[in-house]
């Protein structure tokens, strides 16, 4: 298997400064799996993601919807990985969509910056939740990615509507179309949990606030109306193609009843001439 190919990046790190960096490597993790050959300290497990401790100031989170964000790791150690959790992954990519973040640490008080946060002293939770945060944002710019591809391919089909009068989808163009938009409705569907908060931020105020926070840096819920919009409109056009072509079948199996009774009517008087 072709492991992920990392990009080009300088990766330093010291006490004053980390850095997280998340990737779409894949469609999905069997996190079941995965988790019982990989030795390392879990923090947080559910069935959906883990949360690794693997050293100070170093970190790995590891979601089934085919995310792992790293902090603490060297690009030589990223690399190896991938090549290690390749076997695991569903449909692994060769190059996807990644996002950086900055952490300033020390700092007097919270403040939000353009792919940073200055946080005093930051512990394990509440780097979780950033490195959290940063795997959301690649995960909408993936869906988004998808998204934005089908609304191209239905302005398509819409533009020869426009000039046609007609569609070019066949009932197998149509179904396979069908089928992509069902799917990544299915896929965004089985993933809205990612866009929750976690438990912890329920009980923890500081947690909440950060919570909070970050998805506002994030755009977090603006972007995943902007999917929801978009995956409207593909299905709106999805059932307008659906009932033309229904419609244009109708039409057609009319026309084979009509030529079928005159074939009949034509048949009675060539058998019964007066």
């Not at 449909?91 to 990644?98: A, D, K, M, P, V």
């Amino acid at each position: 298997m072709t492991g992920f190919i990392l990009p080009l990046r300088q990766c330093k790190y010291s006490s004053m400064n980390l850095k997280v960096i998340s990737f779409q490597i894949a469609d999905s993790v069997d996190i079941k799996l995965f988790k019982g050959s990989f030795p390392a300290t879990i923090h947080y497990a559910d069935t959906d993601e883990i949360f690794y401790i693997i050293a100070n100031q170093k970190y790995l989170y590891v979601f089934k919807y085919g995310i792992v964000c790293f902090l603490g790791y060297s690009e030589t150690e990223m690399a190896a990985f991938f090549q290690m959790v390749g076997p695991y992954c569903k449909n692994q990519f060769e190059q996807g969509l990644s996002d950086e973040f900055d952490i300033e640490t020390d700092a007097k008080d919270i403040h939000y910056g353009y792919n940073k946060i200055e946080i005093p002293s930051p512990g394990v939770d509440e780097l979780r939740l950033i490195m959290l945060n940063v795997s959301q944002s690649v995960a909408l710019d993936y869906y988004n990615q998808q998204t934005n591809s089908l609304l191209e391919e239905t302005n398509s089909h819409t533009q020869v509507l426009e000039r046609k009068g007609k569609i070019d989808l066949g009932g197998i163009k149509l179904k396979k179309y069908i089928g992509r938009t069902l799917n990544l409705k299915n896929k965004i569907s089985g993933n809205l949990y990612i866009f929750d908060s976690p438990e912890e931020t329920w009980e923890n105020e500081n947690l909440n606030k950060l919570d909070i926070g970050l998805k506002k840096t994030f755009d977090l819920q603006v972007r995943f109306r902007t999917i929801q919009e978009g995956l409207s409109i593909v299905k709106e056009n999805m059932e307008l193609f659906k009932d033309l072509l229904q419609n244009r079948n109708s039409v057609t199996l009319e026309w084979v009843v009509i030529i079928l009774i005159l074939v009949e009517v034509v048949n009675i008087f060539i058998r019964n001439p007066k």
